[in-house]
């Protein structure tokens, strides 16, 4: 059981657009930063979005993010085939002191 | 730019234990917080602790603590997690990331990853 809570999936169709939730508490996404990675199949995740809304430079403008209160989405626009992947939002977490981690949700483009 | 190479898979009787390295280049190490992070087959990021530069080694996940050591070798810009005491639901790829802190001097986010390192534990 994670601490965050991702759905498990969600799909489209290309050119679609589809939106990512992670739900928390007051002692981790209502109090810190969150961070979103992508994973694609057989590979390491990598940083999609961090401070809740900043993209690394070479990310896409398509992948956005939002954070409010105990919650944050990620956007994905213009959905593309290679956009399938895991997505997994993180923060910390000031009650446990530790990282924590969604559930990963598997992002399928029909 | 910064790079993680993590070193090669191992399979580990139960109840014996595994070092994995994570080999930093290109920047300057000793100013990194590097951190672990592990994946089960099939299922989600659990992260497990690090190292903090100047700090040395942070409290890990509750559920590693007396388990796992993190170490850091500056002359070889390397960072270690040994794990102890494997049992077979310890099967899992371990990957390292550099972490950037927040405000509070706390993990904000990772990037970038090792490669990852698959850690077998099997009889």
């Known amino acids: 059981q994670s601490v965050l809570t991702q759905p498990p999936s969600v799909s489209a169709a290309p050119g679609q657009k589809v939106t990512i939730s992670c739900s928390g508490s007051?002692?981790?996404?209502?109090?810190?930063?969150v961070s979103w990675y992508q994973q694609l199949p057989g590979t390491a995740p990598k940083l999609l979005i961090y401070?809740?809304?900043k993209r690394p430079s070479g990310v896409p403008d398509r992948f956005s993010a939002s954070k409010s209160g105990t919650s944050a989405t990620l956007d994905i626009t213009g959905l593309q085939t290679g956009d399938e992947a895991d997505y997994y939002c993180?923060?910390?977490?000031?009650?446990?002191?530790?990282?924590?981690f969604g559930g990963g949700t598997k992002l399928t483009v029909l | 730019q910064v790079q993680l190479v993590q070193s090669g898979a191992e399979v580990k009787k139960p109840g014996s234990s595994v070092k994995v390295s994570c080999k930093v280049s290109?920047?300057?190490?000793?100013?990194?917080?590097l951190f672990w992070v592990r994946q089960a087959p099939g299922q989600g990021l659990e992260w497990m602790g690090g190292?903090?530069?100047?700090?040395?080694?942070?409290n890990s996940a509750q559920k590693f603590q007396g388990r796992v050591t993190f170490t850091a070798d500056e002359s070889t810009d390397t960072t270690y997690m040994e794990l102890s005491s494997l049992k077979s639901d310890d099967t899992a790829i371990y990957y390292c990331?550099?972490?950037?802190?927040?405000?509070?001097?706390?993990?904000?986010?990772?990037?970038?990853w090792g490669q990852g390192t698959l850690v077998t534990v099997s009889s």
């Open positions: 993180g923060t910390w977490d000031t009650t446990l002191t530790a990282g924590v």
């Open positions: 190292i903090l530069p100047m700090f040395g080694p942070t």
């Open positions: 007051s002692s981790n996404i209502g109090s810190r930063y």
């Open positions: 290109g920047g300057t190490f000793n100013t990194y917080a």
């Open positions: 401070d809740n809304d």
């Open positions: 990331a550099r972490v950037r802190l927040d405000y509070y001097g706390d993990p904000n986010y990772f990037d970038p």
